[in-house]
């Protein structure tokens, strides 16, 4: 939950994230230092897709990689449990995470409008993953 204020402005709510944390198909990976948690990944695993729900890194530890490892290593757990793709919604105005998402060879395929509450529009990520 700290983190996720630090880094997402507090995204979840604890009743979110016992979800995220316990029900059948999410997934989540953290990376860890010590006890210290600089960041986590999430998502759902709906048949053979990977829905990415939350991907964040603590802001004085990030630009060192720990994004990268973080996605990949979700996406090898979905790969492992039969995920054959992987998407998610990402605002159009943050760069550094369509970067990291091009980076690591998602597409836009779409984009949805307005559809934050703030008015932004979304770009749909879309990755394939080895069948
Ligand atoms: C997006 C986020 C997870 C990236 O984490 P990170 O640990 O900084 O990412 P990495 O260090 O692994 O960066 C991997 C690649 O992403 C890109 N990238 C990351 N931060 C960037 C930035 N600020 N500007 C431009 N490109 C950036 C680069 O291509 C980078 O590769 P390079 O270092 O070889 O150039 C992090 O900025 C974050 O937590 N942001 C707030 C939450 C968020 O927006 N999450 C995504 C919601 S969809």
């Known amino acids: 939950m700290a ?6 402005d ?9 979800r995220e944390l316990t029900e059948p198909g999410r997934l ?16 759902w695993l709906v048949i053979d897709e990977l829905h990415i729900t939350a991907l964040a890194v603590d802001p004085q530890h990030r ?11 979700l996406l090898q757990q979905a790969h492992q449990q039969g ?20 980076a690591e060879g998602f597409t836009t395929t779409g984009r949805r ?9 979304a770009l749909i990520q879309w990755l394939e993953l080895p069948s």
């Open 83 to 102: 995920a054959r793709q992987a998407t998610l919604e990402v605002a159009a105005d943050n760069a550094a995470a369509l970067a990291l998402y091009a």
């Open 3 to 8: 983190l996720d204020r630090r880094a997402l």
């Open 10 to 18: 507090g995204f979840w709510s604890e009743a979110q994230w016992q």
């Open 28 to 43: 989540c990976v953290g990376l860890v230092n010590g006890a210290e948690l600089l960041g986590f990944a999430c998502g």
């Open 63 to 73: 630009q060192f990689g720990c994004g990268g490892r973080l996605l990949r290593a």
């Open 113 to 121: 409008s307005r559809y934050y509450s703030d008015g932004r529009d």
